[in-house]
């Protein structure tokens, strides 16, 4: 055991290494998934038949093929066809191709759900269709919205983990060189289940946050700072209960 911590300490230089890289990877790839599902989101939903048609053939083919056969194509045989990506870049692309059709879906589902007495009010104010999205639509859908993307978001940060295949020294290829050093696949791999699951949970805590902003602003929920006060939260401040 002494020799297994032994080695974790002289491995953690190359785990936060590994790290930085996992979390570049997650920024880059979330950045990227959150603009395509909001483009390709709001693209199924308009009057045009072609314009929906490609944007669903999009959805439906990244939703459809395989995270690792994505990043197998962009890194490995693009560069046969005269295109080399660096390997980060390349991981960044599959992830946010990827996980953007599957939010696409969340958008589209969001949009569509909030009501249509919503949308027929903007229009009598005389709203522009501008405004009837940025002012009345987005914002209900965007508190809809969240608890899917963020779910997606965890998924995304652990398909980080496919990296490794492309020759990135992100947090999975630093466990694996640690159970190469220490021999002790238990030990090495429970480093990383830890490791994970701490990065998991602090992605969840800003989720959380986040739907609490976004249905705060509707007067559907406590303000930001009530929530981190830790306090118990009476009926009226949750919204919702007695008044």
Same mark, same amino acid.
């Given at each position: 055991?002494?020799?297994?911590?032994?080695?974790?300490?002289? !491995?953690?230089?190359?785990?936060?290494r590994?790290?930085?890289?996992?979390?570049e990877?997650?920024?880059?790839? !979330? &950045?990227?998934?959150?603009?395509?599902?909001?483009?390709?989101?709001?693209?199924?939903?308009?009057?045009?038949?072609?314009? #929906? /048609?490609?944007?669903?053939?999009?959805?439906e083919?990244?939703?459809?093929?395989?995270l690792?056969?994505?990043?197998?194509?962009?890194?490995?045989? $693009?560069?046969?066809?005269?295109?080399?990506?660096?390997?980060v870049?390349?991981? *960044?692309?599959? &992830?946010?191709?990827?996980?953007?059709?599957?939010?696409?879906?969340?958008?589209r589902? +969001?949009?569509t759900?909030?009501? +249509?007495?919503?949308?027929?009010?903007?229009?009598?104010?005389?709203?522009?269709?501008?405004?009837?999205?940025? #002012?009345?639509?987005?914002?209900?859908?965007?508190?809809?919205? *969240?608890?899917?993307?963020?779910?997606?978001?965890?998924?995304?940060?652990?398909?980080?983990? /496919?990296?490794?295949?492309?020759?990135?020294?992100?947090?999975?290829?630093?466990?694996?060189?640690?159970?190469?050093?220490?021999?002790?696949? $238990? /030990?090495?791999?429970?480093v990383? &289940?830890?490791?994970? &699951?701490i990065? +998991?949970?602090?992605?969840?805590l800003?989720?959380?946050?986040?739907? !609490?902003?976004?249905?705060?602003?509707?007067? #559907?929920?406590?303000t930001?700072?009530?929530i981190?006060?830790?306090?118990?939260?009476?009926?009226?401040?949750?919204?919702g209960?007695?008044?």
């Amino acid at each position: 055991m002494n020799n297994d911590l032994d080695a974790l300490v002289d !491995a953690l230089p190359a785990l936060w290494r590994g790290i930085v890289v996992t979390l570049e990877l997650t920024a880059g790839g !979330a &950045l990227l998934a959150f603009v395509l599902a909001l483009l390709l989101g709001n693209l199924v939903r308009v009057p045009s038949m072609p314009v #929906r /048609f490609i944007a669903r053939v999009l959805i439906e083919f990244f939703r459809g093929t395989s995270l690792v056969v994505q990043l197998f194509w962009l890194f490995y045989v $693009l560069p046969l066809l005269g295109y080399q990506l660096d390997p980060v870049f390349c991981g *960044i692309l599959a &992830l946010g191709l990827n996980y953007g059709a599957y939010g696409a879906e969340v958008v589209r589902g +969001a949009l569509t759900a909030v009501p +249509a007495a919503q949308v027929e009010a903007a229009v009598a104010l005389n709203f522009s269709a501008r405004q009837r999205l940025t #002012r009345v639509v987005f914002p209900q859908a965007w508190a809809m919205m *969240i608890p899917s993307l963020g779910n997606l978001l965890i998924h995304l940060l652990k398909g980080t983990a /496919f990296a490794s295949f492309i020759t990135l020294q992100d947090l999975t290829a630093g466990i694996v060189d640690l159970q190469k050093t220490t021999g002790d696949t $238990l /030990f090495s791999f429970g480093v990383g &289940l830890v490791i994970y &699951l701490i990065l +998991a949970y602090l992605v969840t805590l800003l989720i959380n946050l986040a739907e !609490a902003r976004a249905k705060n602003r509707l007067g #559907r929920g406590p303000t930001l700072r009530e929530i981190l006060s830790f306090r118990p939260q009476s009926q009226d401040l949750a919204g919702g209960g007695l008044r």
